[in-house]
């Protein structure tokens, strides 16, 4: 059984930004910092804030790791796992993503 979900295509996203999805009726926030088909998953929904606002952060890099940064309340959660900066309990959920043909596939089930 396939539980992975094609959400949009790489051309979709301008490089440098995000947007959000809707997976399985959770937001998830799809993230292109580059202009390849380097694409990353998180939940879209800031801990902090209680809002659904990630896919409108910043994309920064911080020792050498991309991060997204709360256009609220400005913590950083690391692109490849979710984990927060500040403070690892309020780390987000992140999700396995592939490529194929240029389309954007998303895992359904986030990794925590």
């Known amino acids: 059984m396939s539980h992975?979900?094609?959400?949009?295509?790489v051309s979709d996203i301008t490089?440098?930004?995000?947007v959000c999805a809707l997976v399985n009726d959770e937001?998830?926030?799809?993230?292109?910092p580059y202009n390849d088909d380097q694409i990353f998953?998180?939940?879209?929904?800031?801990p902090f804030a209680k809002a659904s606002v990630l896919s409108r952060g910043l994309i920064a890099e911080h020792d050498n790791e991309l991060w997204i940064v709360s256009p609220l309340k400005?913590?950083?959660?690391r692109l490849t796992d979710g984990l927060c900066l500040e403070d690892a309990a309020y780390?987000?959920?992140h999700f396995a993503?592939?490529?194929?043909?240029?389309?954007?596939?998303?895992h359904t089930a986030p990794q925590q």
């Open 4 to 9: 992975w979900i094609t959400v949009c295509q």
């Open 15 to 18: 490089p440098g930004t995000g």
């Open 27 to 32: 937001q998830v926030a799809l993230f292109r």
């Open 41 to 46: 998953a998180l939940s879209n929904i800031d």
């Open 74 to 77: 400005k913590q950083h959660f």
């Open 91 to 93: 780390s987000v959920a």
């Open 97 to 106: 993503v592939r490529t194929e043909g240029g389309a954007i596939c998303i």
